[in-house]
């Protein structure tokens, strides 16, 4: 008999051990850490005991997840309302770089705005190269990643030489681009391309409704 056929019998008489339940304490197995001697009904007890640890410890992950969402979600809400109440373009671009930069805790912001009819003497409307006005048609979704994009990188002024990773966030009127919102950071980690979107896609909405808003 092979252990194979033991198990075709196990599997085609359930009711076995129902019928013999002092088998299942005569019958020994090692323990899975000490190696002592265990009754199967034991080592069955061990095995639920770690399922229920990976269950627990699943549940505790998604509750922190949901903890987390929840405090981005009441930023979120912040940024909203100060864009709502902002009365002109100087009181959006203070509420992007206030709330980003205090409350999201990015250390380095930039806003680059093209293609408007009103201009103004920041540096949010200094002019861009065509090349990265492609790149930004292009973006479907946020960049996520390295500090790569040599030009984007010089927005960040002092900083730019330290910054290991970034976020760019196109700024749309309907279809077409028209302008960028980058965050970046020293951390290689803090911005990466595997990192959910969601929340960035939403203040990407926010701030470029809030500009349009305000210089059409």
Known sequence: MHAQDIIDFLNAHPEFFDEHPDLLNQLTVPHPTNGNTISL???????LREKLAQVQ???AELVGFG?????????????????LLAEDFEAV?????????EDFSVPHVALRIWNSILKRPVP??????EEL???AADLRQPYCG???HAEIVTWFGEAA???QSMSLIPLRRDAQVFGMLALGSEDPQRFFPEMGTMYVERIGDLVGAAVLKQIG
Request: proline share 4%.
């Open 67 to 83: 903890e987390e969402n929840d405090v981005i979600a009441e930023k979120v809400h912040r940024l909203t309302l100060s864009l």
């Open 124 to 129: 949010e409307f200094i002019e861009v190269s």
């Open 93 to 101: 671009n203070f509420a992007v770089y206030n709330h980003l930069q």
């Open 57 to 59: 410890g699943k549940l």
């Open 161 to 163: 030489p330290f910054l």
């Open 133 to 135: 006005r492609f790149f």
């Open 41 to 47: 009904t034991e080592r069955q007890v061990l095995t």
């Open 146 to 148: 390295p500090a790569q």
